[in-house]
């Protein structure tokens, strides 16, 4: 099944005003290039995770800014295809194994049903951006009046795939004009020859709920209505349950940071389950197993989907933590990095992928290879006020400069102006 999904306006104005002078013009400047041409996103979530949350920001965005921009979601008939495609995204970080037949068939069938109902809808747009390994095998079956530029964008962490796996997948990517990864260690070797490579991190908005400013004593209230003691110092975890997150590390260096800080929380909000991450709930029994029922310990998990207060939620808890961890163990990107630091907080992180992006080490956060090392990081800064201000200060900036989303739309926008001039050369002749 395909829905459109539909937003109201942005307000490009108050986005543009955030903006360092140069990036507005440069977006301007796109807008005008990209005038009278069609885009259009697709993903295979609504919501939950961080494509759906940037999309959700990116395309009233990109209409406000006069590009027409349509936002797709694509749901499989089979029920199994979540299952083949998180298996891929776990492989293509890394995880071993192969795929069998039949997980082969479910990938392929579903996308050769969906390419089949896009071509009998009046869906048609100039540039196609394909989202995710779940969308990787349409560009190949997208033909006829829908057919043009196509952008595979990649949003995993491949700096270890499996190599088998990119074997199989690979070769699919010949099918588009470009491709999008987030950083550039992780393009893989053994692309197709005359397939364009962007890199665009990705990017928050400043503007929602999740991430305009919040009074402290707000996000006090809000706080404190999960239970928590807002009066007790807080650290925080914003994640899906998923094994690459490490919820179990940041319960160890919580429990090390304990020990110097009696009082300490620890809250891991995990609400926003994708509709495409079957494993959550499993994770989430394990992640129990490991708090043992310290009652210091906040576990929150939604397997019904996003409460409506959520992005009030995020925002509060970020907002009242002192610190916030982000502690993974393989990364594309990692939005609640930029969230948290955007909110002026020293962030703790793996250094791992696109967390090493955005922290810059001992300035506006820290990188972290261990539990230990998070714990005595941890340590450090509950110790020392001066030092979390100074460091959120310049993680603030440094977000300002580098991860907003009108960043982002302009990345997408010079690559699709190149993949639109690339298809438009290679179209065959009428
Ligand atoms: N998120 C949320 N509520 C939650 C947990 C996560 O809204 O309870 C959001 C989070 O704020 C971020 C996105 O989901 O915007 C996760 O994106 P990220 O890049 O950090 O990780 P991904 O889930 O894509 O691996």
């Not at 869906?123 to 595979?152: E, K, S």
């Amino acid at each position: 099944m395909i829905d459109v999904i539909e937003y109201p306006s942005a307000n490009a104005a108050v986005y543009l005003d955030l903006l360092p002078p140069a990036t507005a013009h440069h977006l301007a400047g796109l807008s005008k290039e990209l005038s009278g041409v069609k885009t259009l996103h697709i993903n295979s979530t609504a919501y939950g995770g961080g494509v759906a949350e940037i999309l959700h920001s990116l395309t009233p965005l990109s209409n406000a800014l006069g590009v027409q921009t349509q936002r797709v979601v694509m749901t499989p008939q089979d029920v199994r295809f979540f299952d083949v495609t998180k298996r891929i995204h776990n492989m293509l970080q890394g995880a071993e194994g192969r795929l069998s037949d039949a997980e082969l068939a479910i990938y392929y069938g579903c996308l050769d049903d969906i390419a089949a109902e896009i071509e009998q809808s009046d869906l048609n747009a100039d540039i196609w951006y394909c989202h995710d390994p779940q969308l990787l095998p349409l560009g190949v079956r997208l033909n006829g009046r829908q057919a043009g530029a196509r952008i595979w964008i990649v949003h995993i962490d491949l700096t270890h795939p499996n190599p088998w796996l990119l074997d199989e997948l690979l070769p699919l990517t010949g099918a588009y004009d470009a491709m999008i990864c987030s950083l550039q260690s992780y393009v893989p070797a053994g692309l197709p020859d005359g397939l364009d490579v962007f890199i665009a991190p990705p990017a928050i908005d400043p503007l929602t709920a999740k991430n305009d400013a919040m009074s402290p004593d707000a996000a006090a209230v809000i706080t404190a209505a999960l239970g928590i003691d807002a009066a007790r110092p807080l650290v925080t975890q914003i994640s899906r349950f998923d094994v690459w997150k490490d919820p179990w590390g940041v319960i160890d260096a919580f429990r090390m940071a304990r020990q110097s800080h009696p009082g300490l929380q620890l809250a891991l909000l995990g609400l926003s389950q994708a509709d495409d991450d079957p494993e959550g709930a499993q994770v989430v029994q394990s992640v129990r197993e490991y708090a043992a029922g310290d009652p210091d310990i906040y576990l929150y998990f939604s397997p019904d989907g996003l409460p409506a207060s959520n992005d009030e939620i995020v925002n509060a808890l970020q907002t009242h933590s002192q610190v916030i961890v982000q502690k993974s163990t393989r990364e594309g990107f990692g939005l609640t990095v930029s969230e948290g630091m955007w909110k002026a907080k020293p962030v703790i992180g793996g250094n791992v992928g696109g967390i090493r992006l955005q922290i810059v080490d001992g300035e506006s956060g820290y990188l972290v290879n261990s539990a230990d090392e998070a714990g005595q990081r941890l340590s450090a800064l509950l110790a020392n006020p001066d030092l979390r201000h100074k460091m959120g200060q310049a993680a603030q900036e440094r977000v300002r400069q580098n991860f907003l989303i009108p960043r982002l739309l302009d990345d997408y926008w010079q690559a699709g102006v190149q993949a639109h001039a690339h298809a438009l050369a290679h179209a065959p002749p009428k």
